[in-house]
T-cell receptor, first 111, second 118 residues
Framework: AQSVTQPDIHITVSEGASLELRCNYS??????LFWYVQSPGQGLQLLLK??????LVQGIKGFEAEFKRSQSSFNLRKPSVHWSDAAEYFC?????????FGSGTRLLVRP | GAVVSQHPSWVICKSGTSVKIECRSLDFQATTMFWYRQFPKQSLMLMATSNEGSKATYEQGVEKDKFLINHASLTLSTLTVTSAHPEDSSFYIC??????????????FGPGTRLTVL
């Protein structure tokens, strides 16, 4: 069965520091992978997605993610975190037209 | 573009009453809408998939008689929690998939509805 694991429940980084959020998936075929951000009072917003081609994908707000098939991973990165990046981040795998979400990682940003 | 709204944003009700939550796609037509439930500090769990003009498809373990879903138009889906009990208290999120989208296209999410059953 398809599944998504985000091993870090929460991560705290200092503003300006780099960030990496981990995501591992289990899927039989080539997965469609997504990263979403959830801020209070707002719907989940798509940061980036991967379904084929270049394994390093660029997204909005300066985020990028790298698909590594050998490690079944799709980690999200940002070189320099801003205070406004504090939010909940969800990795998801697409199964047909459905999405299966990981448990989320809450990002806290220290001033 | 691609805005999804939910109403109400929060609701408190008494145990045993029914509550209706609306999900609207404001600037696109959505042939498919999804309803999720999110427990505190947990993931989004898909409850059901609704297709315009047809019956909803419920995920395993979701009581279809308790969570009634109606998708009567291309811009509106409703979730009715019938005979609500405290254990139904949760954050309910809808999403909408535009017509003619593919599996690699994203869904667009509403801001969610916080339901508290007393």
């Amino acid at each position: 069965a398809q599944s998504v694991t985000q091993p870090d429940i929460h991560i705290t980084v200092s503003e300006g520091a780099s960030l990496e959020l981990r995501c591992n998936y289990s899927y039989g075929a080539t997965p469609y992978l997504f990263w979403y951000v959830q801020s209070p009072g707002q719907g989940l917003q798509l940061l980036l997605k991967y379904f084929s081609g270049d394994t390093l994908v660029q997204g909005i707000k300066g985020f990028e993610a790298e698909f590594k098939r050998s490690q079944s991973s799709f980690n999200l990165r940002k070189p320099s975190v801003h205070w406004s990046d504090a939010a909940e981040y969800f990795c998801a795998v697409g199964s047909s037209y459905k999405l299966i979400f990981g448990s989320g990682t809450r990002l806290l940003v220290r001033p | 573009g691609a805005v999804v709204s939910q109403h109400p944003s929060w609701v408190i009700c008494k145990s045993g009453t029914s509550v209706k939550i609306e999900c609207r796609s404001l600037d696109f037509q959505a042939t498919t809408m999804f309803w999720y439930r999110q427990f505190p500090k947990q993931s989004l769990m898909l409850m059901a998939t609704s297709n315009e003009g047809s019956k909803a498809t419920y995920e395993q373990g979701v009581e279809k008689d308790k969570f009634l879903i109606n998708h009567a138009s291309l811009t509106l889906s409703t979730l009715t929690v019938t005979s609500a009990h405290p254990e139904d208290s949760s954050f309910y999120i809808c999403s909408a998939r535009p017509a003619r989208s593919t599996p690699t296209d994203t869904q667009y999410f509403g801001p969610g509805t916080r339901l508290t059953v007393l």
